[in-house]
T-cell receptor, first 115, second 110 residues
C-alpha cells in the first residue's frame, strides 16, 4: 500500500529537549516536505527536499532542521524545542515534475506539545 | 515570499446549494494552484488542481477557475452534500515552494 508514515503520532515534551519526528514514504517520490498546521494559519511549509541531499527552507524554517540521506526518509529535527513549536505537523511527498510541485500525499500527522 | 489569502474563513450552506471559496496570491511567478480538503481529524487530500496555463478545470461537482491577471482563483462546489463538510485549503506554488491559505470551514446543513 502506497503511504507516508510519521512517528510518533503524539508527543509531549519539555522545552529544550531535542526530538526527532520521522517521516517515510514508499512511493519512490523525489519531493518531500514538512508542514505545520495551526488554527487560523492553515498549513505552513517548514522545509522541503527535491531529492537526496537537496533541502531548502520553506516559509517557517526557524527552530527546525531536516536531513535527506535516503530517498524514502525525511526526518524533522527540533534541537531545542520551545512552546511556540506546539503544533500539528504533517509530512508529505510527491513526484517531482519540472518546476512544479505535484500532488502532495500527506502523512497522518504528529501532534506535538512542548511544555 | 508568496502570500495566499483565502475567504471566507467559514461558510455554511444548505444541502444542494453551491459553495464558493476565493483565494488571492501575491507572486505572479506562481504556476500551480491546488485545493486540499481536510476532514476532521484527518490528513489533507488533494481534490482538484489547476496550472497557470489553464483558466478553468472541472471534476464532477467541483470546479476551479484561475484569473492570472487578477491573481485570484476560486473553488466552486455545486449540489453540496453532507460529506462536503470539511476544511478546504487553497495553495499556490512557485518552483518547489508551496504556500497555503488559512482555510475555509464549510458546513453543509441538511
Amino acid at each position: 500500500e502506497a503511504q507516508v508514515t510519521q512517528n510518533p503520532r503524539y508527543l509531549i515534551t519539555v522545552t529544550g529537549k531535542k526530538l526527532t519526528v520521522t517521516c517515510s514514504q514508499n512511493m519512490n517520490h523525489e519531493y518531500m516536505s514538512w508542514y505545520r498546521q495551526d488554527p487560523g494559519l492553515g498549513l505552513r511549509q517548514i522545509y522541503y527536499s527535491m531529492n537526496v541531499e537537496v533541502t531548502d527552507k520553506g516559509d517557517v524554517p526557524e527552530g527546525y532542521k531536516v536531513s535527506r540521506k535516503e530517498k524514502r526518509n525525511f526526518p524533522l529535527i527540533l534541537e531545542s524545542p520551545s512552546p511556540n513549536q506546539t503544533s500539528l505537523y504533517f509530512c508529505a511527498s510527491s513526484k517531482r515534475t519540472a518546476r512544479v510541485v505535484d500532488t502532495q500525499y500527506f502523512g497522518p500527522g504528529t501532534r506535538l506539545t512542548v511544555l | 515570499g508568496e502570500n495566499v489569502e483565502q475567504h471566507p474563513s467559514t461558510l455554511s450552506v444548505q444541502e444542494g446549494d453551491s459553495a464558493v471559496i476565493k483565494c488571492t496570491y501575491s507572486d505572479s511567478a506562481s504556476n500551480y494552484f491546488p485545493w486540499y480538503k481536510q476532514e476532521l481529524g484527518k490528513r489533507p487530500q488533494l481534490i482538484i488542481d489547476i496550472r497557470s496555463n489553464v483558466g478553468e478545470k472541472k471534476d464532477q461537482r467541483i470546479a476551479v477557475t484561475l484569473n492570472k491577471t487578477a491573481k485570484h482563483f476560486s473553488l466552486h462546489i455545486t449540489e453540496t452534500q453532507p460529506e462536503d463538510s470539511a476544511v478546504y485549503f487553497c495553495a499556490a506554488s512557485n518552483d518547489y515552494k508551496l504556500s497555503f491559505g488559512a482555510g475555509t470551514t464549510v458546513t453543509v446543513r441538511a
